[in-house]
């Protein structure tokens, strides 16, 4: 077989492929190591060196196709998939005290997942001379990210897109064709990359590989991945430079995210198991907390605040009962708008009849705009859940603008909340979150995920760990990162350009990306299953 044979061959069929020694093994288990290693490096916490994941998956390829033997070619799937799924769920480590083996165990779990995918992929692109391999692992893994987005556990913190959240100029276009179109380029730019290579080493060591890379394969396949890279950097700089013009004549908003002291917050879910206290001591904290959520928020007013964004389940009462009072009268006094978490004291959720999930938004005069609850519980955090609580997207006329409000983990899923409250007329989003601190490192990046699709402006209130502000094309104004037991007081402030309201992806969404890639992932493995009959 010449180096560029177009016609498939089954390389078990073919007496011309070298045999895989111990060195051969060794070669290809480091080389998937050295991808492993370039995602590990990718993540905020760990390096932050997101750039690598163009190349990231280059060497895995090398060590599949061509340095490890067929039946051994989905082991640098799995290592990279392990190690890919370990540090997504590592972020859970400050919920599992005594039971991180958990984290272990589900990171090679979702390993194991990608090799009942991937160990298709070498037979299947040999079978098929190569036409399809840019598209292979693309597909299936953006099919797995769509399957499980609307997953309670970990939402979409697990899409790869996210690691590209620092570079907002390139990720505009997002707000067009959704976020998971990125993910498949990232993929697809690795497999387009992992070709060259793969076509390089057949013409140096022919004897690696019974099936060779067809050069037209290389060309044309060449010509979609990085014609495709090229449409994408380009519109998205359009995009920002357009979008940059358009915002430096729209209004602004000063606004303050506030971090206070996880010490000060009340014993619930996110509490990282706080023992109940008696009514007494429930009353001191309550008195803290009161004392240093006014000294904050005074703080950002003084900075020019015009509205102040708590963390949530900031209250265990409602602040419109007697009780929340102070609220009401710190709003009136600073003459600003303050948004804050709380959990309602009239269970509402079926069956387990819980209090629901809240925030209210008192204006300038001291009244109340309006209420709304948290949509998505948080199931990795035991958060409790009984039923679904309303489904509503009010929006609140504010005097800086319309003000729409989503709590904590609704950020997560692109679909839903963020989207359809920019949908429904806001202008800006308040999310009232409450984080961990193993967690605090990767938050931050879907919310600019948020920002971007829909050209809003976010303001997340955060307890002690992470809290931003994100302007309206995405870029980070103010962030926080800290991972000490109770979290660092902070306050942000920054000025946020209003929202346009013309993403295309608020009026679209993602769905029909989505729908389109489950069908061709479909169809290529049912491809699979009829050349598997057709050689039998």
């Known amino acids: 077989m010449t180096t560029d044979q177009s016609v498939p061959v089954d390389a078990a069929q073919t007496p011309t492929q070298s045999p895989a020694g111990i060195g051969r093994i060794a070669g290809g288990l480091a080389l998937s ?32 196709y061509r340095v490890l033997p067929r ?42 997942s990608c090799v009942l995918f991937g160990i298709f992929d ?11 391999f840019v598209v292979q692992l693309p597909l299936w893994w953006v099919a797995v990210d769509i399957i499980f987005q609307e997953n309670l556990w970990d939402g979409t913190n697990g899409w790869l897109a996210y690691r590209f959240a620092g570079a907002t100029p390139f990720i505009q276009p997002v707000s067009i064709v959704s976020t998971p179109v990125l993910t498949f380029l990232i993929l697809m730019f690795n497999a387009g990359l992992a070709l060259l290579v793969l076509k390089w080493i057949d013409t140096r060591w022919p004897l690696l590989s019974a099936v060779h890379v067809p050069r037209k ?14 449409i994408w950097i380009a519109s998205s700089l359009y995009i920002y430079t357009s979008l940059n013009a358009q915002l430096a004549d729209a209004d602004t908003v000063r606004v303050a995210a506030i971090q206070p002291s996880n010490s000060h917050m009340p014993a619930t879910s996110f509490s990282g198991g706080q023992p109940i206290p008696t009514p007494a001591e429930d009353d001191v904290r309550r008195g803290l ?22 963390p949530e389940e900031t209250l265990n009462y409602d602040p419109r009962g007697p009780r929340g009072t102070w609220v009401s009268d710190l709003a009136r006094e600073t003459r600003t708008t303050i948004v ?19 925030a209210a938004v008192f204006g300038p005069t001291g009244e109340l705009a309006g209420v709304t609850y948290k949509i998505h519980p948080v199931l990795a955090a035991d958060e409790e859940w009984g039923g679904t609580t309303p489904q509503i997207f009010p929006t609140f006329n504010m005097p800086f603008g319309q003000l729409g ?19 429904t007329g806001s202008q800006i989003l308040a999310n009232p979150a409450w984080d961990w601190s193993s967690i605090s490192s990767v938050r931050w990046q879907s919310v600019v995920f948020r920002s971007v699709e829909n050209r809003i402006p976010i303001v997340k209130g955060e307890t002690g760990f992470d809290a931003v502000i994100t302007d309206a094309n995405g870029m980070v104004l103010e962030r926080t990162d800290d991972k000490t037991e109770n979290g660092e007081v902070n306050v942000l402030v920054a000025d946020v350009h209003l929202s346009p309201r013309d993403a295309p992806f608020t009026q679209l969404g993602g769905m029909w990306f989505g729908v389109l890639v489950l069908i061709a992932a479909v169809a290529r493995y049912g491809w699979q299953v009829a050349l598997w009959w057709r050689g039998r």
């Open 33 to 64: 190591i050295l991808s492993a290693v370039m995602v590990w490096v990718s993540f905020p916490d760990r390096g932050g060196l997101y750039p690598l994941l163009l190349v990231a998956f280059v060497p895995m390829y090398v060590a599949a």
């Open 71 to 112: 039946r051994l070619s989905a082991i640098p799937i799995f290592i990279v998939g392990s190690v890919y799924w370990f540090i997504i769920w590592s972020t859970a480590w400050g919920l599992l005290d005594g039971y991180h083996w958990v984290i272990f165990a589900i990171g090679i779990f979702f390993g194991l």
């Open 122 to 132: 070498r037979k299947f692109s040999e079978r098929t001379g190569y036409k399809w």
């Open 217 to 230: 394969i290389v060309v044309w396949s060449s010509v979609a991945t990085f014609g495709f890279a090229a």
């Open 289 to 310: 907390q009161q004392a240093e959520l006014v000294r904050l928020t005074k703080e950002a007013v003084a900075q020019g605040a015009v509205m102040s964004v708590w």
């Open 340 to 358: 804050t978490g709380f959990l309602g004291e009239t269970p509402i959720a079926w069956p387990s009849r819980k209090a629901p999930n809240m």
């Open 405 to 423: 409000v989503i709590i904590c983990f609704d950020h997560d899923f692109p679909n839903s909340s963020a989207r359809l409250q920019t949908l």
